[in-house]
């Protein structure tokens, strides 16, 4: 079927054509025609009741505590609590605010629940104070609460000198000042207050460490570093078999911050 011949030096291929059948030419159209049509398909977009890709679980939010006192930061489902018994005049409470804001940001498994307990040689703006952010959060919730904390450590004078004379919250809702005119602040107040003095508390800041688990509690005095904390979470859940429900321990123990 092939032949080979010689031309000016180079070889040369002879291929003998053949002509197609009649058979052959049908089956070619019906072949061309098959992949334009599945070319077409291809190209169409795809049915909305059947999406290209499956759609995704939506995650599922990170639980928030419910509005109102007490007030907590963090995720409401955390397991540990540490409740902070607070004066919004104390300086050292003021140094540790953003301290343990950061380290509670870090730690989810950890919520931060505030206590108010203004000092008798801080008042009364120790009290002042307490009763703007109760209101501020009344009328807006728990990040309001927080803010207004925050605002109250930035712009106090401390050591129970309060806020600078004619100084007023900004953006004062109309809920918050009616809250502010009446004496719902101040019940709840008094009452944390004589809860406190009823545990033997009487400097700020202090923390009590709570497994939401076990029920189980350490009371931990001074602000108390970020490590200290992790080793005290430790302990608690090391212990929550085989202490007592609750058991007190020096901050001595476990390390304070610098006052």
Same mark, same amino acid.
């Given at each position: +079927?092939?032949?080979?011949?010689?031309?000016?030096?180079?070889?040369?291929?002879? &291929?003998?054509?053949?002509?197609?059948?009649?058979?052959?030419?049908?089956?070619?159209?019906?072949?061309?025609?098959?992949?334009?049509?599945?070319?077409?398909?291809?190209?169409?977009?795809?049915?909305?009741?059947?999406?290209?890709?499956?759609?995704? @679980?939506?995650?599922?939010?990170?639980?928030?505590?419910?509005?109102?006192?007490? +007030?907590?930061?963090?995720?409401?489902?955390?397991?540990?609590?540490? /409740?902070?018994?607070?004066?919004? @005049?104390?300086?050292?409470?003021?140094?540790?605010?953003? /301290?343990?804001?950061?380290? &509670?940001?870090?730690?989810?498994?950890?919520?931060?629940?505030?206590?108010?307990?203004?000092?008798?040689?801080?008042?009364?703006?120790?009290?002042?104070?307490?009763?703007?952010?109760?209101?501020?959060?009344?009328?807006?919730?728990?990040?309001?609460?927080?803010?207004?904390?925050?605002?109250?450590?930035?712009?106090?004078?401390?050591?129970?000198?309060?806020?600078?004379?004619?100084?007023?919250?900004?953006?004062?809702?109309?809920?918050?000042?009616?809250?502010?005119?009446?004496?719902?602040?101040?019940?709840?107040?008094?009452?944390?207050?004589?809860?406190?003095?009823?545990?033997?508390?009487?400097?700020?800041?202090?923390?009590?460490?709570?497994?939401?688990?076990?029920?189980?509690?350490?009371?931990?005095?001074?602000?108390?570093?970020?490590?200290?904390?992790?080793?005290?979470?430790?302990?608690? =859940? =090391?212990?929550?078999?085989? @202490?007592?429900?609750?058991?007190?321990?020096?901050?001595?123990?476990?390390?304070?911050?610098?006052?």
């Amino acid at each position: +079927w092939r032949s080979m011949r010689w031309r000016d030096g180079e070889s040369t291929m002879r &291929i003998p054509r053949f002509a197609p059948s009649r058979t052959v030419l049908i089956v070619a159209l019906l072949v061309a025609a098959a992949l334009t049509t599945a070319a077409w398909l291809g190209l169409q977009p795809p049915s909305p009741a059947e999406p290209a890709f499956p759609l995704a @679980e939506a995650t599922p939010a990170p639980a928030t505590a419910p509005a109102g006192p007490p +007030w907590r930061y963090g995720r409401a489902d955390a397991r540990f609590t540490v /409740v902070e018994y607070a004066d919004l @005049e104390c300086p050292f409470c003021r140094a540790y605010f953003a /301290v343990l804001k950061r380290w &509670i940001d870090a730690h989810p498994d950890v919520s931060w629940q505030w206590h108010h307990l203004p000092l008798p040689l801080h008042e009364p703006a120790a009290s002042a104070d307490a009763r703007l952010v109760e209101c501020v959060g009344e009328a807006g919730g728990q990040a309001a609460f927080w803010q207004a904390a925050e605002w109250v450590y930035t712009h106090t004078r401390g050591d129970g000198q309060g806020l600078p004379e004619g100084l007023r919250y900004p953006d004062l809702t109309p809920a918050a000042q009616q809250c502010l005119d009446s004496d719902r602040p101040d019940a709840l107040i008094r009452a944390q207050s004589a809860s406190a003095a009823q545990e033997g508390i009487k400097v700020t800041p202090t923390l009590r460490l709570q497994d939401r688990q076990s029920g189980k509690t350490l009371l931990l005095h001074g602000p108390v570093e970020g490590d200290a904390l992790l080793s005290a979470i430790d302990l608690l =859940a =090391a212990s929550a078999a085989a @202490e007592p429900a609750s058991k007190e321990m020096p901050a001595e123990s476990l390390g304070d911050m610098p006052r």
